[in-house]
C-alpha cells in the first residue's frame, strides 16, 4: 500500500528572484557611489602630491639659480634659452628628468628637428589622474599643421611665472603662502594653438583672471560658475587644487569667492585675504 505524501519543489520562484535581483540592485546601486568617492579620493590625493612635486622642484631651482624659471619664452624671443621652452622644461633635472632635459636644444625652438622628439614625450606625474584625456595633444596652428606635445595639467599662474619673468620669492611680497604659484588646468584637445589654453609639461601660464568660452565642451565642470569656465579647471567634482608659493598645495571648491581668487592670483598686490 503507498503511503501518501506531500512533495515539495525546491528553488526559487519568479516572484523571488525579482526580489533577490532588487535586492542585489539596490545594494549595487548604494556600493556603487562610495566606491567611486573612494576612488576619486585617491585620485585627489595623488593629484595633490604631483603638483605639491612640482611646487618643490620650483623651489630648488630657485635655490640654485635665485630666481624662479620664466614661464614661458614665446617664439622669436631673445631671450635664451630660447623660444618656447617654458618652466616646466626648465625643472626637468629637478624631478628626475636630468636625462631628457639633456636632450633639448636650447639653441632652436621647441617645434624644430630633435626638439619634437622631447616635446611629444608624454609624462605621468604632469597629468591628473582624474583626467581621462589622452596623455598626448595635437596642437594646431591656423594653417592647419600640428605639433604632437606631451599634454600636462598643471598651469603656472602668470603673477609667478609669466612670459620672459624673472620673478624671485622675494618679490612676493603677500607672502608666499598666501600666493598661487600653479594650479589645475584641463586642455583642450586637438586645439588651434594658444599657449594659455593648450597645457603641457613644457611649461605654460595663465592669467588668473581669464575666463573662456564656455561652448569649449573640455573645460568646463560645471555650468554654473564662473571658476570652472577659466583656464584654471579640474575634473575633480566640486573644484581644483592650486600650488602656492611656498609649496603647500590646497583644494578650493568651485563657488569660492571670485575677490578672493584673483588676490590669491596677484604676488604683490597688497590685499588682505582670509580664506
Known amino acids: 500500500m503507498r503511503r501518501g505524501g506531500i512533495f515539495r519543489r525546491f528553488g526559487f520562484t519568479l516572484i523571488e528572484l525579482m526580489v533577490v535581483l532588487a535586492v542585489i540592485g539596490l545594494l549595487i546601486a548604494l556600493l556603487l557611489p562610495?566606491?567611486?568617492s573612494a576612488r576619486e579620493a585617491s585620485r585627489r590625493t595623488q593629484c595633490k602630491s604631483r603638483l605639491r612635486q612640482f611646487?618643490?622642484?620650483?623651489?630648488?631651482?630657485?635655490?640654485?639659480h635665485r630666481v624662479l624659471p620664466p614661464g614661458t619664452i614665446n617664439f622669436g624671443s631673445s631671450f635664451?634659452?630660447?623660444?618656447g621652452w617654458g618652466w616646466g622644461t626648465m625643472i626637468l633635472p629637478y624631478v628626475d628628468q636630468?636625462?631628457?632635459?639633456?636632450?633639448?636644444?636650447?639653441?632652436t625652438n621647441n617645434a624644430v628637428g630633435s626638439n619634437r622628439d622631447v616635446i611629444d614625450t608624454p609624462l605621468s606625474f604632469t597629468l591628473c589622474p582624474s583626467d581621462p584625456a589622452p596623455t598626448t595633444v595635437v596642437v594646431r596652428s591656423a594653417s592647419g599643421d600640428g605639433?604632437?606635445?606631451?599634454?600636462?595639467?598643471?598651469?603656472?599662474v602668470e603673477s609667478m611665472l609669466s612670459e620672459l619673468s624673472?620673478?624671485?620669492?622675494?618679490d612676493v611680497t603677500d607672502g608666499l603662502?598666501?600666493?598661487f604659484m600653479l594650479g589645475e588646468s584641463i586642455y583642450q584637445r586637438d586645439s588651434v594653438y594658444n599657449e594659455e589654453k593648450t597645457s603641457s609639461w613644457i611649461g605654460k601660464v595663465t592669467f588668473i583672471d581669464e575666463w573662456v568660452n564656455n561652448s569649449i565642451p573640455h573645460l568646463a565642470v560645471s555650468s554654473s560658475t564662473r571658476i570652472n569656465h577659466s583656464v584654471f579647471a579640474s575634473r575633480h567634482p566640486g573644484g581644483m587644487h592650486f600650488c602656492f608659493g611656498d609649496g603647500h598645495v590646497d583644494f578650493f571648491a568651485e563657488n569660492m569667492d571670485i575677490d578672493v581668487y584673483q588676490a590669491l592670483g596677484s604676488k604683490d598686490g597688497g590685499e588682505t585675504v582670509s580664506f
Open 177 to 179: 603662502s598666501s600666493t
Open 166 to 170: 624673472d620673478v624671485t620669492f622675494g
Open 80 to 83: 635664451r634659452p630660447v623660444s
Open 55 to 64: 611646487g618643490l622642484a620650483l623651489h630648488n631651482y630657485h635655490d640654485a
Open 98 to 107: 636630468a636625462a631628457l632635459y639633456s636632450k633639448v636644444d636650447f639653441t
Open 147 to 156: 605639433v604632437k606635445i606631451g599634454a600636462g595639467n598643471y598651469l603656472g
Open 34 to 36: 562610495a566606491v567611486q
